[in-house]
């Protein structure tokens, strides 16, 4: 029997819900381009409740007791003496998700000897040292495509927010004011802007598909270019690299998965080649871009304004300069965490560990690293160290 250790975040503030806004979510069961949504054998949710708290426990409890296998749920996985940390050492399965990760850093996969699988309970596998679940044999898997849409949606609502300067706005109400002159002095239309993404994958295309609308003119970079039709039907301009793409943009998101290739590419030096007055959105990975070159770029009037939905580490220290920085836009680490991707999310974590416990082959789209190598969307997606 396994021994499964989730690490998720906390129940809110006012206890677990009780009730919720709504009563249903619509029903999805397959995503663009055709692949199915998770398809476990059956599952101990409510789709639509919150799942993805200590309390909801990915809605796995029930299943994985009857079927004699511990879990260990916990928030507490930072500093020294964690439950994650003293949990850890024997645990065969470990899940976590991108919103909490539990990093799984050299030292904790030498440490965890009986550890077999790593998931991740959502998109984004980079908490995980790769290179060391390699060499230990873990098989490292995601539950692929569940939140893209998500993660869309959020851009596109960071988008429109920061330049039509929504947030600013809507504080002025809530202060009681009533100046206009204030709220649109940077406020701007996002028609005719040229917008371009970096990569083009399942959220970089669905974001360009919900923008092509507003009439903007649409760039993207990315290592696979899209195919022909693709670029023709959103009349897309291709550019071998981010440098050579952001001197074009108005508005610039960033899509990739964090690997060595793309850590620390927007700093100092790619900002001073962006337009004067550009917006970067950045759902993927807070170490994507520089830290503190981001907040002297909004100081310095290089970028207007900067929306980010991911932060290094998570959660975020109260000093991080990203809470003070100006003309922001950050929330916490939620875009791909709402109750809908929740539910899907979770049934697809079940039926991965379904797969595993059966001995069967799991889903070559949630394969990110198996067998010793990067395997199945891993091997599209991510790099390791040479």
Known sequence: MAKV?????????????????????????????????????????TPGHLLGSVSGELG?????????????????????????????????????????????????????????????????????????????????????YCNSISVAEHVVMMTLSLVRNYLPSHQVVLDGGWNIADCVARSYDLEGMHVGTVAAGRIGLAVLRRLAPFDVKLHYT????????????????????????VPHCDVVTINAPLHPETEGLFGDKLFAQMKRGAYLINTARAKIVDRDAVDRALRSGQLAGYAGD????????????????????????????????????????????EAHFAGRPIRDEYLIVDGGALAGTGAHSYSVSK
């Open 5 to 45: 250790l989730c690490v998720l975040y906390d129940d809110p503030t006012d206890g677990y819900p009780t009730s919720y806004a709504r009563d249903d979510l619509p029903v999805i069961d397959h995503y663009p381009g055709g692949q199915t949504t998770p398809t476990p054998e059956a599952v101990d949710f």
């Open 60 to 144: 796995l409890r029930a299943y994985l007791e009857a079927a004699g296998h511990t879990l260990v749920v916990t928030s507490d996985k930072d500093g020294e003496g964690s439950v994650f940390d003293r949990e850890l050492v024997d645990a065969d399965i470990v899940i976590s998700q991108p919103f909490w990760p539990a990093y799984l850093t050299p030292e904790r996969i030498a440490a965890a000897k009986n550890l077999k699988l790593a998931v991740t309970a959502g998109i984004g596998s980079d908490h995980v040292d790769l290179d060391a679940a390699i060499s230990h044999g873990v098989t490292v898997a995601e539950v692929t």
């Open 222 to 245: 990315d290592r696979h270019r899209l195919p022909a039709d693709v670029e023709r039907e959103l009349g897309l301009t291709w550019h071998e690299s981010a440098e050579d793409m």
């Open 310 to 353: 991911v932060w290094f580490p998570q959660p975020a220290p109260a000093d991080h300069p990203w809470r003070t920085m100006p003309h922001h836009g950050m929330t916490p680490h939620i875009s791909g965490s709402s109750l809908s991707a929740q539910a899907r999310y979770a049934a697809g974590t079940r039926e991965i560990l």
